[in-house]
C-alpha cells in the first residue's frame, strides 16, 4: 500500500531539486563565461598575428639573411655608394623580390624580421 503524503510548497524534495538546479545554472554561467575568455583571447591572439602586429627580430632576420640571401650578393651590396634602396618601403619591397628570387619562401614574419636586420645593420631609416 502506498502512502502519498503531501507537503505542499514545503516539499523537502521539491526544495532540493530547486538547489541543484540552481547550481547547475551558477555552474552554467562559469562555463559560458569561461568560453566566452577562451574564445575572445584566442580571436584576439589571431587578428594580431594577422595584422602582422608581432615586433619584428632583427637577430632572427640576419641568421635567416645569412641561411639564405648569400647566394648572390653579399652585405656589401648595402653599403655600395650607388645602391639602389632609398627608404623603407623600397627596402621592403626589395626583400620581397629578392626572397622569390632566391626562393626562400619566407613567412611574413621571416620577411619583417629580414628587413629589419637589414635597417638595423645596414640602411638605417626611419619608420
Ligand atoms: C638570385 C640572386 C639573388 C639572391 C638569392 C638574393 N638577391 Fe638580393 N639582389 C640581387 C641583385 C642582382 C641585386 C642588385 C639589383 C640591382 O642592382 O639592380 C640585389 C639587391 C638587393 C638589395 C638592394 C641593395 C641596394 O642596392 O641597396 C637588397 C636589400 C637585397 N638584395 C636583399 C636580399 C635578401 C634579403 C635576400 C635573401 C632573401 C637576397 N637579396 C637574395 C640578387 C639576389
Redesign the pocket.
Same mark, same amino acid.
Given at each position: 500500500m502506498v502512502s502519498t503524503v503531501s507537503y505542499g510548497k514545503l516539499n523537502p524534495l521539491r526544495l532540493n531539486r530547486h538547489k541543484i538546479h540552481n547550481g547547475a545554472k551558477q555552474m552554467m554561467t562559469k562555463i559560458l563565461v569561461f568560453l566566452f575568455l577562451v574564445a575572445t583571447t584566442f580571436t584576439f591572439s589571431l587578428t594580431s598575428a594577422w595584422a602582422g602586429e608581432r615586433a619584428p627580430d632583427a637577430a632572427h632576420g640576419k641568421t @635567416? &639573411?645569412s641561411k639564405?640571401?648569400?647566394?648572390? &650578393?653579399d652585405n656589401s651590396? +648595402?653599403? /655600395?655608394s *650607388? /645602391?639602389?634602396? &632609398?627608404t623603407f618601403e %623600397? @627596402?621592403s619591397a /626589395? $626583400?620581397k623580390?629578392? %626572397?622569390a #628570387? #632566391? *626562393? #626562400?619562401d619566407?613567412s611574413p614574419n621571416d620577411l619583417n624580421d $629580414?628587413?629589419e636586420h @637589414?635597417n638595423v645593420d645596414? +640602411?638605417k631609416f626611419g619608420k
Amino acid at each position: 500500500m502506498v502512502s502519498t503524503v503531501s507537503y505542499g510548497k514545503l516539499n523537502p524534495l521539491r526544495l532540493n531539486r530547486h538547489k541543484i538546479h540552481n547550481g547547475a545554472k551558477q555552474m552554467m554561467t562559469k562555463i559560458l563565461v569561461f568560453l566566452f575568455l577562451v574564445a575572445t583571447t584566442f580571436t584576439f591572439s589571431l587578428t594580431s598575428a594577422w595584422a602582422g602586429e608581432r615586433a619584428p627580430d632583427a637577430a632572427h632576420g640576419k641568421t @635567416l &639573411h645569412s641561411k639564405s640571401c648569400m647566394g648572390c &650578393h653579399d652585405n656589401s651590396q +648595402y653599403t /655600395r655608394s *650607388n /645602391r639602389i634602396i &632609398h627608404t623603407f618601403e %623600397d @627596402l621592403s619591397a /626589395r $626583400v620581397k623580390f629578392c %626572397d622569390a #628570387a #632566391a *626562393n #626562400a619562401d619566407f613567412s611574413p614574419n621571416d620577411l619583417n624580421d $629580414v628587413v629589419e636586420h @637589414l635597417n638595423v645593420d645596414f +640602411y638605417k631609416f626611419g619608420k
